[in-house]
């Protein structure tokens, strides 16, 4: 897939972008256990050795959760592919991490780890900001199908609601409630890693292509989008 990146890493927008960031109070903060649950998931659905929820700012991309890297917190803006990943509005897919892929980041840290191949989605804000992205990245070059595109897309939005949810109870001070919500949030996540887990043992692998299987990720993914709504409603009552 050919990937037409902007001659900057820094987009018109860059300050209402970063204004939206900073509203969040999320970018360097310490891991907490419902993102660390999303990326464990995508992970399995996309069999990736690597899954990570990123932030882009000023100068670096923090890491808000990382599955299949240990220590990794944050890199320079011009040394993370999600840096230039934001500034296109589609999902990025590609299997090429070399300098002449994308000329405005150095892809060093990503090459000497042996990464090829990274599928992300943006990161949104209710104003449509991007803030970070969904990612996916592994070491073998590979495509995704719609169908395997549409799945990650949910899955940045639900990570989006998420944080959205986040900075509403944080914001009214309400962190008992956030904490309830993780919990019940992971309840879901962990029932969706149990199925997964079977549906890859049955099938050998997971299919996203598979019209059943597809199905059940998707249906999956509405139940946890109907526990967000309930909890957003919740929070326009504090």
Not at 113 to 142: C, H, Q, W
Not at 175 to 182: I, K, Y
Not at 228 to 235: N, P, V
Request: glycine content about 4%; proline content about 5%; charged content about 20%.
């Amino acid at each position: 897939m050919s990937i037409s990146f902007p001659d900057s890493l820094i987009p018109a927008d860059e300050a209402a972008r970063l204004r939206a960031l900073h509203l969040y109070q999320i970018a360097n903060t310490p891991p907490e256990p419902i993102f660390d649950e999303f990326v464990a998931w995508a992970a399995q659905l996309f069999s990736t050795p690597i899954a990570i929820i990123s932030l882009v700012d000023e100068e670096h991309v923090w890491f808000k959760a990382v599955a299949g890297v240990e220590d990794l917190s944050e890199l320079p803006r011009n040394s993370s592919l999600c840096s230039a990943a934001i500034l296109v509005d589609v999902p990025i897919v590609t299997s090429d991490y070399s300098p002449d892929s994308c000329q405005i980041i150095k892809p060093d840290v990503a090459l000497q780890m042996g990464l090829s191949f990274y599928a992300g989605a943006a990161l949104r804000t209710p104003d449509g900001s991007r803030i970070g992205m969904m990612a996916v990245i592994g070491k073998e070059n590979r495509v995704l199908s719609e169908t395997e595109e549409e799945v990650l897309n949910q899955l940045s939005i639900l990570v989006s609601r998420t944080i959205e949810l986040r900075f509403k109870y944080l914001q009214a001070e309400h962190n008992a409630d956030w904490e309830a919500a993780q919990r019940e949030l992971s309840v879901t996540l962990d029932d969706n890693a149990t199925l997964t887990r079977y549906l890859m043992a049955r099938n050998n692998g997971l299919n996203l292509n598979d019209p059943d299987i597809h199905s059940l990720v998707l249906a999956r993914m509405v139940g946890m989008t109907k526990v967000l709504d309930r909890r957003m409603g919740e929070t326009n009552a504090l």
